[in-house]
């Protein structure tokens, strides 16, 4: 079974091309997140999950909801995280939430994809992301190899850096970076409300048919990144940078 939570289509696309090769069944952690209730699921083969590189470590909002969501059946857990750069060392912080929940940890890889952290980044040019997205698919089609055949996955060498950047970073990032005060609104919205939609945390509400944000972001940029009109902002670091976004509805 293929878990994925996706802001702007990375970790979707990923887990589709995992899924499809591996022929199991996919489940979208946003709508599970949207739902708003807890749930049970039973798989007699290997859990996947696959979610973005969050400040070098699983999104906390996807280590909550496995937390909080009960598993039956095979308990071995791989992951596949999609990043811009670099995953830190993402795989201990993983490990350690599988023996939390009695889970089988075989692994975590983190692999490149196109940037869209537009908070602080800007996105390839449309010809790197297309560059980008197929170069990851060899990759993709090598880890499920290893998940069909009950193997776990390589284990990459971390470095210092790498705790650096998944310990003291990560937390110091989440308490002054990870929040939605810095979003904004232009007069270029068009009230279409796919913002909100889009939103798996349910952040943003619609008031005089513009986006009001409420306090509980997880900087996914689908928001922003899936405006049709690149009407939403984030403070001044956004502007005039190109937007990426490959989310299938």
Partial sequence: MVFYFSGTGNSQHAAKHIAGIIDDEIISVNQC????????FCSERPLVFVAPVYAYRVP???????????????????????CGGSGGNA?????????????????????????????????????????????????????AGYIQNNEPFPVSPVSFGDRLLSGPLHILYYRLAIHDKGFTV????????????????????????????????????ACICGCPVNAIEYKSISKGKRRYYIMEE
């Fill in 91 to 143: 795989a201990a912080y993983a490990e350690k939430l599988c023996l939390e929940k009695g889970l089988e940890y075989q692994g975590l890889v983190s692999v490149l994809m196109p940037e869209n952290y537009i908070a602080l980044s800007a996105a390839p040019s449309a010809s790197e992301c297309a560059a980008i997205i197929e170069r990851a698919k060899p990759v993709y089609s090598k880890l």
């Fill in 186 to 221: 232009s007069d270029t919205c068009i009230s279409c409300g796919k913002c909100a939609q889009r939103c798996p945390l349910d952040n943003i509400g619609i008031q005089g048919c513009r986006p009001v944000w409420n306090g509980h972001c997880t900087h996914c940029m």
């Fill in 33 to 40: 997140l949207k739902e708003k209730k807890k749930r049970t």
């Fill in 60 to 82: 906390r909002v996807v280590q909550r909801w496995i937390r909080e969501t009960k598993f039956e059946g095979c308990r071995k857990a791989y992951f596949v995280l999609t």
